[in-house]
Structure formats: structure tokens, C-alpha cells
């Protein structure tokens, strides 16, 4: 055989083999087929009869209908009432006739619940925690509020089994909107520097307050109609930067366009996405316009921070140079203790100290004037609390003056209790399934919550709680005895202050992550009142007496920023 016949023989040899391993595959096919395909079954069968370990876990608002149905009531104004039926259904003990109560003793999702004792006929455990349908798909985990007698528990647990940033990560939606939630050196650097330095940054503030108000608010001693909110806004990304970034930077435009519309595109964004059908977010949220605007406001603060950051790392270099004593010199710090060396990060962390520092502070301030707005004669008793305070030391705005500005404290405080941020706090994310003390279980995968809403308007707690009590929490910090105030009262006078965080007082959080920049917001808060006060009336636009009502979306509660309020110069 020549070299030449080579190929021809291969190829036919080639050809036969292939043709007999089709022949061969074409006689299994329908064994592979069939095994295929009860692959497929076993596990779809699999996936069906999973057993789910939220099934014994009652759910809240079954009335609406379906998942989907209990979501859209959840985003459109439900979720305050929402989370007071949780509150109520957890805070519910069972009770025999003769007083005896029954707790949960082994597995809550086990298919036999065992009672302490034996409840008589009629009477059924009820379970420490409920289910809240929120923004999330029906395949996600649920929402559980858990009641606030398992609170000293909760916090104990480490981070590994209850997660603070991932629960953020969730409520952010962070995995669409792209925030970064994880950063560790935002509160140690809040936490280390900022609060110890406040002894001495406190009159630096407040000079940026009377500065930034004297700016932003008519001077006219006529009545002039204000929308507050917007000036609120930028008064208090004034005095937050001049902290933040230094007294050059801090009126800089510029710096107050990114500071306050990174806030506002942010929840914009978180809104949004927020609004999509969940199954629908993995393909519509990164391109909604919300969404990319964000990231553009990441870019455009980094184009203005950089110099910034280039010129003081030069400057560093001189052996005369003084390090500004700002946050933003603190973060570059901090990032070396951190091992950070990423400039461009420095304008998430600058975003989104402004985000947490700006929103709520502007939101908690804007509550207290639409409150006063509405019932102005609150007003003289403020004013001269504040006056007898800075009276004892000298007109400056020190710690200690602050702190005996005891009327407006509380003032502000039952502000945030009538007026809440929002419906929960102390959110954490599951990582691992734990069990509490009365032997229910937390599945792994939940995101847990406090009711604060159920909290705040509790008459047990606080009595007469559907109504504002300015002089509440002053009150509270007179009594000087348990009994002045009875046995349920002792928490709430143990955190009558407006900075204090404890287990009737959780707007600020609670436990080892509680918001760690709270004293810094609370003293500007104070600041931005008493001056405030200080040199202008405050009504309602018209003849209304009537409070404006917030605005709710989802689990968010804020004043309508569109109203306006009537400021006349002193």
C-alpha cells in the first residue's frame, strides 16, 4: 500500500468507527434519556417536598391574599400596620385559667410542639416570632420579628450567626444598586476619632450652623414661606462637612451637590428597585436610570476628591505641615491601620458617611419643625431651656450645655419615638440557626427585626402613647424611683435621653452596632434647633393646625419634603 492511500484508509476506518458509535448511542439514548430525565424528577420532587423550615412561623397579613399581594400592601403604606400585628402576635402569651403561662420547649418548624405544662382546651402556644412579607421574591427568606424579651439574647450572639451588614446589604438592595455595606473603617474611624473629638469640635460646628442658617434662611422679619426640608438639607451637609472634609471644602458646591444628591439618588435607587418584581431585578435593576445615576455620583465625587486627597499626601511630605483635623484625614488614617491604599475609596467612604449622616439627621430635624409648625406654643418652653443652658456657659455650645438642654432633648426624642425613622430596628441577617431561650428556632437565612413601632406605641411602655408629649421623656428623667413610675418604666428612665439606646429606645439600634455617630448627629441636631429658635418663629402655612403627615414607602418613614412652614426673623 502506497503512503499516498493513507488518508482514504483513515478517513474510511474514521467514518466506520463513528458510525458505529452513533449506532451505539442511538440504542442507549433512550436509557440515558429515561435516567435523565428521573435525574431531573428526583430532583424536582426534591426541591418540591423540601421541608420548609419557615412553614410553622405565622405569618402576618395572610387577610391580603398571596405573597405578591402582601408585598404590593407592604410598599404601599401597609407596613406600619404590618409590623404592629407582628408586634402584638409576638408579644401574646398564652394563658390558662389559673394564670399558669405555656412556652415552646424543642424545634419550632419540629411537626409536634411540646408545651411546659398542659394547656387546658382552647388554649394554643403562641409562637415569640412572626413572618412579615416585605420587597423580597416569595423564593427569598422571609422577614421575622422576633420579640423584644429576647433582646439581651440577640445581642450576645456574634457576627457570624447574626450579620448587621448583610442585613443592610438586603435592605439597601445592595447586590442591584452596587453600595458597598461592608466597610469596617467607617465606625472604627467614627468610633476612635470622631466622638472623642466632639469636646472640641463642638463650637467649630455650631459656628457652621449659625453661619449655614444665617445663609440658607430669610432674613426677613416678615413671615416668609420656606420648603425646610431642602434647607435643612444643605444646612446640615454644611456643618456635617466642615467635620467631614474641612472648612475649605465643606460650602464648596461642588462638595454639597455630590454630599446631598448621592443621598437622595441612593434612596431613590434603593426605591426602585425596591418597586420591581423580584424575579424581574436580576435583569431590570442595574439598567434602570436610578441605579447608573448612583454610580455616577461614585465617579463625579471621586473627579473632586482626588486632588484634594493628592495635595494633602504632598503636603504630608513637609515637616511643617499640620494634618487638618477633619474625617477626611482620620479615614486616610485609618486606612493604613487597615492596610487600604485605594484613593478611589476614599470617595464610597466620604459618600457614604454624607448618606448616613445627612438622611437622618435631616429627616429627624424636619420632624421636629413641622412639629412646632403645628403646635407653636411649644415653642417658649424650648426657647428658655436652651437660653438658661448656654447661659451657664457663656453662650458656646460645649457638651455640658447641650446636655442640660433637657426640655428640648425631649422634645426631640419623643419626636423620633412618635415620628419613627421606620417600623423596625436591629435588622440582622441569620448566617447560622440558632435557638432562643424558650426553644423556638431561628432558621438560618432570615433576616430577624425589633419591632419599634410596636415599642413606641405601647401604653405599657409608654402610656397615653397615641399621644405627643413634648415634656415625656423629661418627665421620665425627673422620677427618681422605680415606683414614681412603676415597674415597666424602669427601662424607659434608664434611656430618657435622646442619645441613649437600651431596649425601649431603638432608633439608634442596639448592642455592639448601634450607630456609632449618634452623639455627633444628636449635638448638631440640638445645635441646629436651638439656633434655629433662637431667631425665628415657626408656624404652618394657612390656617391649618394640623401636623403635615410623612410619607411611607416600604418601610420607609420621612416628612413630605414638598411642604412648606412659615419663618419670620426674630
Known amino acids: ?117 398542659s394547656p387546658p382546651q382552647g388554649v394554643s402556644f ?7 412579607t416585605c420587597t423580597k421574591s416569595p423564593a427569598e427568606s422571609p422577614n421575622i420579628v422576633v420579640a423584644p424579651k429576647f433582646m439581651n439574647e440577640l445581642k450576645r450572639l456574634p457576627d457570624d450567626v447574626l450579620s448587621f451588614n448583610r442585613a443592610i446589604e438586603e435592605s439597601m438592595h445592595a447586590k442591584y444598586t452596587g453600595i458597598d455595606t461592608d466597610i469596617a473603617l467607617l465606625p472604627h474611624t467614627v468610633k476612635t476619632a470622631l466622638t472623642p473629638a466632639l469636646v472640641r469640635l463642638n463650637p467649630i460646628i455650631a459656628d457652621e450652623v449659625v453661619e449655614a442658617l444665617r445663609t440658607e434662611l430669610p432674613q426677613s422679619c416678615d413671615w416668609s414661606e420656606v420648603k425646610i426640608m431642602d434647607k435643612m438639607m444643605r444646612v446640615i451637609a454644611m456643618a456635617s462637612g466642615r467635620v467631614f472634609i474641612g472648612p475649605e471644602l465643606c460650602r464648596n458646591e461642588e462638595y454639597l451637590d455630590a454630599a446631598i444628591n448621592y443621598t437622595l439618588d441612593l434612596m431613590k435607587a ?65 486606612q493604613k ?12 467612604y466620604q459618600l457614604g458617611i ?49 446636655q442640660n438642654m433637657k426640655k428640648l432633648d425631649s422634645f426631640l426624642k419623643e419626636t423620633m419615638r412618635y415620628y419613627a425613622l421606620g417600623p423596625t430596628s436591629f435588622q440582622r441577617k441569620v448566617l447560622k440557626t440558632f435557638t432562643l431561650s424558650n426553644g423556638q428556632v431561628i432558621p438560618g437565612g432570615s ?88 431667631n425665628y418663629d415657626i408656624k404652618n402655612v394657612g390656617d391649618s393646625k394640623d401636623r403635615y403627615k410623612n410619607l411611607e414607602f416600604g418601610a420607609i418613614t420621612q416628612p413630605d419634603p414638598n411642604r412648606m412652614v412659615l419663618l419670620r426673623k426674630l
Open 126 to 132: 403562641v409562637p415569640s416570632i412572626a413572618k412579615i
Open 337 to 348: 491601620k487597615f492596610g487600604e491604599k485605594n484613593d478611589r475609596e476614599l470617595a464610597r
Open 447 to 534: 433576616v430577624i427585626e425589633l419591632p419599634v413601632i410596636g415599642i413606641n406605641n405601647d401604653d405599657e411602655i409608654f402610656p397615653d402613647s397615641e399621644k405627643f408629649d413634648a415634656l415625656r421623656f423629661y418627665k421620665l428623667r425627673k422620677a427618681k424611683t422605680e415606683q414614681e413610675t412603676g415597674s415597666k418604666q424602669a427601662e424607659v428612665v434608664a434611656n430618657a435621653q435622646f442619645v441613649s439606646v437600651g431596649q425601649t429606645s431603638l432608633t439608634f439600634g442596639y448592642g455592639r452596632h448601634a450607630c456609632p455617630g449618634r452623639f455627633f448627629a444628636v449635638n448638631e441636631i440640638k445645635m441646629i434647633m436651638a439656633t434655629t429658635l433662637a
Open 354 to 402: 454624607s448618606f448616613a449622616a445627612i438622611h437622618t439627621t435631616t429627616v429627624t430635624t424636619t420632624n421636629a419643625l413641622y412639629t412646632l409648625a403645628a403646635m407653636p406654643e411649644l415653642i417658649p418652653m424650648l426657647r428658655d431651656d436652651i437660653q438658661q443652658a448656654l447661659a451657664e456657659s457663656n453662650g458656646v455650645f460645649t457638651s455640658g450645655a447641650m
Open 270 to 334: 434603593v426605591r426602585k428597585v425596591a418597586d420591581i418584581a423580584p424575579w424581574l431585578r436580576p435583569f431590570l435593576a442595574a439598567r434602570t436610570p436610578e441605579v447608573k445615576q448612583v454610580h455616577h455620583r461614585i465617579e463625579e465625587a471621586d473627579k473632586f476628591l482626588r486632588p484634594v486627597v493628592t495635595a494633602r499626601k504632598e503636603a504630608e511630605k513637609s515637616p511643617d505641615y499640620q494634618k487638618p483635623d477633619d474625617m477626611l484625614q482620620w479615614i486616610m488614617e485609618s
Open 1 to 117: 500500500m502506497s503512503m499516498s492511500m493513507l488518508p482514504n484508509v483513515n478517513a474510511t476506518a474514521g467514518a466506520a468507527v463513528d458510525g458505529a458509535l452513533f449506532i451505539e448511542v442511538a440504542h442507549r439514548w433512550p436509557v440515558a434519556a429515561t435516567a435523565l430525565f428521573a435525574c431531573a424528577m428526583a430532583y424536582l420532587l426534591q426541591t418540591v417536598l423540601k421541608s420548609d423550615p419557615w412553614a410553622d412561623i405565622p405569618m402576618v397579613g395572610t387577610e391580603f391574599g398571596g405573597s405578591e399581594a402582601r408585598r404590593k400592601q407592604f410598599m404601599n403604606g401597609e407596613a406600619r400596620n404590618l409590623y404592629l400585628k407582628g408586634y402584638r402576635k409576638v408579644q401574646q402569651t398564652p394563658a390558662s385559667p389559673n394564670g399558669d403561662h405555656y412556652e415552646l420547649t424543642g424545634h419550632a418548624h419540629s411537626s409536634k410542639r411540646e408545651l411546659s405544662g
